[in-house]
């Protein structure tokens, strides 16, 4: 009986769904909403971001000014413009659109499409066939299926259940939304093992686990998985210090960084050789660097500065301090989403909350630890302050679904439950 009712319930909440949708289409211009939703944005998360953002068209600038500063800086900049537009968009549209799901596994099921046709017709760059080129720009469709990917777990963790039911009634079992989400996530995580590129698919999996360990894993469920990462982490230190000529003898890109992250001066003139170049980026920046525009790695020493390696360049030139300011802003930024996320009254919200601030705390990690060889080179930006357009634009979407959950979360009412004896209320 109480599946029925929620059932009958759900079913006259869809169909109530398209009401409200066009309800809130015809307010899609209206003034007042526009400004209600601008007035709730969290300006925090604004502030630093534009911080960021800043300090990394800056950093790029520097890190290419041996090379092409001013295409650099240009298609930086564009990709900034574009994200800055998408947020805006993300913040007029009904919030009807975030949640659904047809319109989501259609942006996935494009994002797939991309990921084959750039599997099957682009040529390897660094180890991984993640790019192709669309007006001469680079594309990498990796970047957003992080994003996308974030809406449809989240949409899995809130409905999942509520599916379930209805598909009973109406359709048989294999026939589900469910199923469609799920296989979406599948086939990109194959699809993106097979470029092959490792970082891309640690941050997916990782990012996405979070989401579900934060909102529906249990105490139990969370010791597992920490513990799974921290053991995955022993093997992988273990496997490149006792098999790390053997790695590299087999020629393969991931193998020779596995091995040159545990001891890169053992194989200083081949994978090892970047690491070290990084390093010692580091150690001449000291405490307050050699000068904006005055590192020296970048004249060649250090390739693909701009990108993966920019921490190196602002080591080099803002020191060790500078370091401190980026990496304290980044992490600011995480907590503060992390925080909001913990304060959200919605599952969905909170869901995609978790997700925002997980995506930018795994990439975070994942480069800073590559750069100072605590983990292997996997080719990921640092967020926001990287050279790559695709990565400005995902990671600049990413903090408009933030902004956007957390103004949604604002216009909810605040229901005072403490009573007044006093007052009598």
């Known amino acids: 009986m109480r599946r029925r009712l929620m059932a009958n319930n759900e079913e006259h909440h869809d169909a109530s769904k398209s009401m409200r949708l066009k309800k809130s289409l015809k ?31 800056i950093s790029v600038f520097s890190a290419t000014m041996y ?28 919030f009807e659109l975030f949640k659904n799901i047809r319109l989501i596994l259609l942006m996935m099921t494009i994002l797939i499409v991309l990921l084959g046709y750039t599997l099957a017709t682009q040529e390897s760059v660094w180890g991984a066939t ?68 490792l970082g891309m698919l640690i941050i997916l999996t990782v990012t996405l686990g979070l989401i579900f360990l934060l909102t529906k894993g249990s105490l139990k469920w969370n010791v597992i998985a920490y513990s799974v990462v921290f053991v995955g982490y022993l093997l992988l230190t273990i ?28 194989y200083s003139s081949d994978s090892g050789y970047q690491i070290i170049q990084g390093l010692m980026a580091f150690s001449r920046g000291g405490w307050f660097g050699m000068g904006l525009g005055e590192g020296v790695s970048k004249q060649g020493a250090l390739p693909v500065i701009e990108s993966d390696y920019i921490l190196a ?22 907590v503060i989403i992390y925080q909001r996320a913990a304060a959200s009254t919605e599952l969905y919200r909170k869901s995609v909350l978790i997700g925002v601030a997980s995506l930018l705390l795994v990439q ?13 080179l996997t080719g990921v930006t640092l967020p926001f302050i990287s050279y790559g357009g695709t990565s400005m634009i995902a990671m600049l979407s990413a903090i408009g679904l933030a902004l956007r959950m957390i103004v949604e979360e604002g216009k909810e009412p605040n229901i005072n439950l403490v009573y007044s004896k006093q007052k009598g209320e």
């Open 239 to 266: 496997i490149g210090r006792q098999f790390g000529d053997w790695l590299v003898s087999k020629d393969f890109h991931m193998f020779e960084r596995i091995a040159s992250f545990i001891d890169p001066f053992r």
């Open 313 to 334: 360049n602002i080591a080099e030139e803002l020191g060790l301090i500078g370091v401190l300011v980026v990496v304290g802003l980044l992490f600011s930024l995480i």
């Open 67 to 94: 090379g092409n500063p001013i295409s650099a800086i240009t298609t930086q900049s564009l990709s900034v413009v574009i994200g800055v537009t998408i947020i805006g968009i993300m913040l007029v549209v009904p």
């Open 364 to 376: 975070s990690v994942i480069n800073i630890g590559g750069v100072v060889s605590i983990l292997p």
């Open 27 to 57: 307010g899609f211009f209206s003034k007042k909403e526009m400004t209600k939703n601008f007035r709730l944005i969290d300006k925090s998360i604004v502030l630093i971001t534009t911080l960021l953002v800043v300090i990394g068209l």
């Open 130 to 197: 993640s790019w192709f080129l669309v007006l001469g720009v680079s594309f990498q469709p990796s970047e957003f299926v992080k994003v996308i990917g974030i809406l449809v777990i989240s949409w899995l963790i809130k409905y999942y259940d509520r599916e379930v039911i209805l598909t009973k009634r109406k359709l048989p079992n294999w026939i589900n939304v469910n199923n469609a989400a799920i296989a979406s996530l599948v086939i990109s995580w194959f699809l993106i093992l097979l470029q092959p590129d």
